[in-house]
């Protein structure tokens, strides 16, 4: 019971800094903090609809997501980008507890370094983009979930306790890690996310630039962990439908 319940405070506070960063964007006239508000008021509703999580409906979790994830398409899309997004390790970041992604302009651009993100105040800098990823939200839950920041983790750490977390939160049925030198493999199987990972894949840029948001918070994860830019390569489902691959590239600076 105390669980639930801390988990409805969470989705609440969501919710509250969701609406709140939403106002304040048409203030300000921001779309960086309009991106923040959509992202976590999305995660704040998901947490509501998945408490008790053996009830959970897939078709809930997809209708739920669909607004954030569209408006993210829309400006991939009003921006032509097509490169993909690039996960920044906190050192280039003013809070090491958030996440943001890079969307280079071409394959050869370098990485924007911190004055640049903290100057900006949209989401285009001369480089490309920085955008808030779809997976912060649930990024910063597993994180809470497993009472260690990201950043204090080494990598064999999260190896053994991230599948046990996963399953415990009924996120998925068995997860395996696999490291190879730069490339993480990250295999999960019967997760609750397929169906919303699946719609994601029907937003082309979307998917193809940042992922769904589950490989997505996975890649913020990796990257406080390892401190390290990280991209998504790939993101795979079986033929059954039953397991997805993600394939993860540790990017040197």
């Known amino acids: 019971m105390t669980g639930?319940?801390?988990?409805k405070a969470v989705a609440l506070a969501l919710l509250i800094l969701g609406f709140g960063s939403l106002i304040a964007s048409t203030f300000y006239d921001s779309y960086v903090i309009a991106f923040i508000g959509l992202g976590l008021t999305f995660w704040g509703a998901l947490l509501l609809f998945v408490m008790p999580t053996k009830y959970v409906r897939l078709e809930m979790l997809t209708a739920a997501s669909s607004s954030s994830l569209s408006n993210l398409e829309e400006l991939l899309t009003i921006t032509d980008s097509n490169n993909g997004g690039i996960y920044l390790p906190p050192k280039l970041l003013s809070d090491y507890q958030s996440s943001l992604v890079f969307i280079p302009t071409n394959?050869?651009?370098i990485l924007p370094n911190r004055e640049e993100i903290?100057?900006?105040k949209t989401p285009r800098i001369s480089r490309g983009l920085v955008l808030t990823p779809p997976g912060l939200a649930l990024s910063k839950l597993l994180e809470k979930?497993?009472?260690?920041?990201f950043t204090e983790m080494k990598l064999d750490e999260?190896?053994?306790n991230l599948p046990t977390l996963l399953e415990r939160m009924e996120i998925t049925k068995n997860t395996n890690i696999r490291v190879r030198d730069a490339i993480i493999i990250v295999n999960v199987k019967n997760y609750v996310f397929k169906d919303l990972c699946l719609e994601t894949e029907k937003l082309q840029r979307t998917h193809k630039i940042v992922g769904c948001?589950?490989?997505s918070a996975l890649a913020c994860?990796?990257?406080?962990?390892?401190?390290?830019?990280v991209t998504i390569e790939k993101e795979e489902?079986?033929?059954d439908g039953t397991t997805t691959e993600i394939q993860y590239r540790l990017l040197e600076e």
């Open 221 to 229: 994860a990796l990257a406080k962990v390892m401190g390290k830019p």
């Open 213 to 215: 948001p589950f490989s």
């Open 107 to 109: 394959n050869k651009e």
């Open 118 to 120: 903290l100057k900006a």
């Open 145 to 149: 979930e497993m009472r260690k920041p």
């Open 158 to 160: 999260l190896e053994k």
């Open 4 to 7: 639930a319940l801390g988990l």
């Open 237 to 239: 489902q079986s033929q």
